[in-house]
């Protein structure tokens, strides 16, 4: 079918994602599984009932702006000394070892280095969604654990918008010194001057019209798009002006209000991001990259923990809790795919590169997924000891 409507593709989405995330939920799997799982079934690889899906991943890649800017809105100046206290070290440590690991594994099957580069910043994260989705928030969220596995999560985040910030100068080689003249100068400057307007104009505004909601949803909504188009304009990128969006309101009295708003509207366009992103999966060409997907899902799901665990214990973190906290974050990232996304839009990635990250990602989250709502309290845990929210 070449001439999917878009009211008839998001049906297809949707309701088939009603399907099947029903089907995942009694698999004891996380959902963005099911909507990848989806997308690669209806996409022009496999059924081509969605033959484009470049229209459903343009509209999808809001989920990503929301996604960061609800990152931002969570990083209040207090937050992040705690961050730089409590969680550097085990972050950074970690962070290296991962993207050696990656490095050496790229080397080993034949990748060129700017490859086994990206393939090495990939390795470094572990997925925000699926580690707080399966967190269960009255029991552990408010927790030493939970407070650990978020600030670990958040300074992974924060390495990430570098690597997008990279990434948008190896992008223009032509131009490297300008590239980074924009980058170096650049992002500093949005951050000061969209830092000026929320604190000058916008919390003014937001205490003004507390009692009108659908005025603050629709305030954020435009400060978010209205920096993360700014941020095109001086040479960044979306994703990153969403990012500083969020930080820069992230001290406003109603950040938290606007967080908890924007939720259900990230999640919508993160089922469509992750359906674009399985419709672009060429299932048929994953065999020439699936034994070094294997490798490095392998390496995800059983070092990470291990490596996690050691780090906090050393962090004179118990035994216990360590070894639950590594196994929470033994996955590869939807960050992963993200960069993976950029790179190969900037056409520093092969095409090969880009099918081993989207493949190892997909089957870390199978494996984890399934390894921590067997073990470990989950809200959808199908085991009623172990089912908690």
Not at 83 to 96: D, H, K, N, P, W
Request: aromatic residues 10%; contains cysteine; charged residues 15%.
């Amino acid at each position: 079918m070449h001439d999917t409507s878009i009211i008839f593709s998001l049906f297809l989405v949707f309701s088939g994602a009603a399907v099947i995330a029903t089907l995942a939920l009694f698999a004891r799997q996380a959902l963005l599984i099911a909507y990848i799982m989806l997308g690669a079934l209806l996409g022009p690889w496999a059924l081509d009932v969605v033959s484009n899906p470049a229209l459903i991943a343009d509209i999808a890649n809001v989920g990503i702006l929301f996604l960061l800017f609800l990152l931002g809105l969570n990083l209040e100046p207090g937050d992040l000394r705690k961050l730089f206290r409590e969680a550097i070290v085990v972050t950074a440590v970690s962070s290296f070892a991962f993207a050696l690991m990656g490095f050496l594994i790229g080397m080993a099957f034949g990748f060129n280095l700017l490859d086994s580069l990206l393939i090495a910043a990939g390795m470094m994260f572990s997925s925000t969604i699926i580690a707080l989705k399966l967190l269960p928030t009255s029991a552990l969220h408010h927790q030493r654990m939970g407070e650990l596995i978020v600030s670990i999560l958040l300074l992974q985040d924060m390495l990430a918008i570098v690597v997008l910030l990279a990434l948008e100068g190896l992008g223009n080689q032509e131009s490297l010194l300008s590239e980074t003249l924009i980058l170096v100068l650049g992002l500093p400057a949005l951050a000061l001057m969209s830092w000026w307007i929320a604190s000058r104009v916008l919390t003014r505004l937001f205490m003004r019209f507390d009692q009108i909601h659908e005025y603050l949803f629709l305030l954020a909504i435009g400060w978010c798009m209205g920096i993360a188009e700014l941020a095109t304009l001086i040479g960044l990128s979306h994703e990153v002006g969403a990012f500083v969006a969020g930080v820069t309101l992230a001290t406003s009295p109603v950040a938290r209000f606007i967080a908890e708003s924007l939720k259900p509207l990230r999640d919508f366009f993160l089922v469509l991001f992750f359906f674009a992103l399985g419709a672009g999966f060429n299932i048929g060409a994953l065999p020439d990259v699936l034994l070094p997907a294997l490798v490095l899902a392998a390496i995800s799901v059983a070092l990470k923990p291990v490596v996690f665990r050691a780090l906090l214990q050393r962090e004179q973190e118990k035994s216990r809790m360590a070894a639950e906290t590594g196994a929470r974050l033994g996955q590869i990232s939807e960050f992963s795919l993200l960069i993976v996304v950029v790179a190969s839009n900037l056409a520093v990635m092969s095409e090969k590169a880009s099918l081993l990250m989207q493949s190892a990602t997909i089957l870390s989250f199978v494996a984890s997924s399934f390894w921590i709502v067997r073990r470990y309290p989950t809200p959808i845990s199908m085991d009623q000891s172990l089912r908690r929210d």
